[in-house]
């Protein structure tokens, strides 16, 4: 093994990768953490208000604050993902209670940030839909264009006020989102998050045998799970371009989420875990994967694509909307779900490019 | 000349094929024609009545009588678009007052088989996307399914709604159609018709220079003028999948059909005309040319797709519709232009295979 330990940890198929080179990262990534932590208090951790007359127009400090919370959100999964794959080599019990704060604080301040994708997105396919002039962007004037004033453009005034339906109710989740993060934040449960991530930066809580262990059965492991679970993806369907797939039961009555979604969205959590693993082996030197960007980008998409389509179908339901803007947000609905086709192929296709490396 | 005359007529590779192909090919339509109008009034000529109540148990004789209306409108085509092929053969006056009579008729029996064929494609669409089982086919028991009866189940009312409503329309312009139809076959415009096909089973009115006249170069002619129209369309978005381009101006305030659609449909009718020219070509013998078949049934689709679209729409501006059924009507019109997407991307493929034999 001693000879072993001299082989350089950035090349993992010289030898075994151990404990040393898991306990470098988490303490890059804890000391990331407390970076962001500390840009996001001086730019007066207010980022990306949710202010009506210009959302766009985001203040300096305020897109300081959207980039530090973004970088504390980014070490937080790092620290999170890397918990869960090299289990064996960390402390259980600190692991065990690490790794739920990590989850709520990333969760809590991704909402804000979702919540004004989702209204973008959504927006933006609104304009697409109608014609570029015939729809304003958000936050400018709503002044009617003026094809909207003729007796047949209602479907356009239904646009129109789909649009105002679903920016009413996007910010005001936005804005709520916005608070939740601050208040987080300011809890006593993140100070503790941010205790354990201070000492995380100085002292790993590595287990005895960790400089023993090999990472690379751990982070093939991860590379197992990912693999699996992509064979079990309809991936024949999706290869085949309009399969119409997406919007089977684009009509029915159950509310909830499109339960057809869900495996791809567990092989976008999969992804990350391994893309995360493949870090810590190939420290400071990762090899840009095409592959596993392309397919990463692609069930991002599928994952925002299938969120707005969900917020126009529930937007749709709200009591006593004209029947232009609900065949509106019935267009918007199917467009989405499209989209959600769309990305499914789109993984189908990255995913088929030959691996150029894999750990 | 006329060593050349000796030549099969059905190898246009051996040499010209003149004036007596194209009467031989007229007169056999002619007599398909003039069958198939037997056949219709044998049978009552009271093909698929829209009978609300069993619409679908169509009787021996309603079938027979559709049947003989689809010959009847089949004939028509060929014989009017072979006189606009091989126009240089045939006397100027009597093909000039000829064709837009057969286009009348070939229209007006049309209307009825479209509309029915429109209600079918748009309730099989909203049953694929309600799941199967909650929705009743089109003459079916309107009882509604156990979910529906859910208070989440609103989409789904959407989706039944939108289904009655859109056979309510579509069977009363079927009935119209339908009545028209009758209407159009006992007038004295039609008798006039029917003589003239009359006379041309027995007697072509080919000029005197026909039996010279190579139908080659019209045949070319045709062919060349079906390729410049593909040339023009925008093949290399319809190539790249899910590129999202038919739904564009999907809620602008233009109730027409959609521009964007057109040229499409001239190709429609340059590849009928380019494949009745190879059938007076290849008499009796044409081989069946895959591309071309898979071309069209590809642009039938995209014709079928782009008016369905447009009849959703169109039943969204029925006054005082619910808010459900609206939605349900907006994802349909998004469904069916996807549809008109896929079907360009179907001709795509199918046009970029090798052409197998042309004239």
């Known amino acids: 093994m001693a000879q072993q330990h001299l082989d350089p940890p950035t090349d993992p198929t010289a030898g075994p990768v151990c404990g040393d080179a898991l306990a470098g990262y988490l303490r890059t990534q804890a000391t990331e953490f ?19 007359t210009k959302p766009r127009a985001v203040e300096n400090g305020s897109q300081e604050s959207v980039d530090a919370a973004r970088a504390l959100r980014r070490s937080a999964r790092r620290i999170s993902g890397s918990l869960h794959t090299f289990r064996p080599l960390l402390d259980a019990d600190w692991s065990e209670s690490m790794r739920p704060e990590l989850a709520w604080l990333s969760g809590t301040l991704a909402r804000e940030h979702a919540y004004g994708g989702r209204l973008e997105r959504l927006l933006g396919a609104l304009n697409r839909l109608s014609g570029s002039a ?15 004033t003729q007796p ?26 916005h608070s939740a993060a601050l208040q987080a934040l ?13 000492v995380l930066a100085s002292e790993v809580p590595l287990t005895p ?7 690379r059965p751990l982070a093939a492991a991860a590379q197992d799970r990912l693999t699996d679970a992509v064979t079990a993806l309809p991936l024949v369907t999706a290869g085949h371009p309009y399969n119409a797939e997406a919007l089977v039961h684009g009509l029915s009555a159950d509310t909830a989420p499109h339960p057809q979604d869900a495996p791809w969205h567990q092989v976008r959590l999969l992804l990350r875990l391994h893309r995360y693993a493949r870090e810590v082996l190939y420290v400071g030197d990762d090899p840009v994967d095409v592959r596993l960007l392309g397919a990463g980008q692609a069930l991002n998409r599928h994952r925002d694509a299938s969120e707005a389509a969900s917020a126009a ?24 779900r499209h989209e959600v086709e769309a990305a499914r192929f789109a993984f189908h296709q990255a995913w088929q490019k030959e691996a150029v490396r894999t750990p």
């Not at 407390?34 to 009506?52: C, I, K, N, S, Y």
């Not at 004037?141 to 003026?146: F, R």
């Not at 300011?186 to 201070?198: C, M, Q, T, Y």
């Not at 004209?322 to 019935?330: F, K, M, R």
Request: no cysteine; charged share 20%.
């Open 134 to 148: 015939a729809f304003p962007a958000q936050g400018q004037s709503a002044e009617p264009a003026g094809s909207r």
């Open 209 to 215: 045998a960790a400089s023993a262990i090999d990472l």
């Open 34 to 52: 407390l970076r962001a932590l500390r840009q996001h208090r001086e730019t007066g951790g207010d980022g990306g208000p949710p202010v009506r």
């Open 186 to 198: 300011g809890s006593s449960r993140f100070h503790a998050v941010a205790d354990s991530v201070a």
């Open 313 to 336: 179908a529930s937007a749709a339901r709200t009591p006593r909307i004209a029947p232009a803007t609900a065949y509106a947000l019935g267009v918007l609905h199917a467009d989405q």
């Open 152 to 177: 047949s453009g209602n479907l356009t005034v239904g646009a129109a006020k789909a649009g105002a339906l679903l920016d009413r109710q996007l910010t005001l989740a936005r804005t709520r989102a």
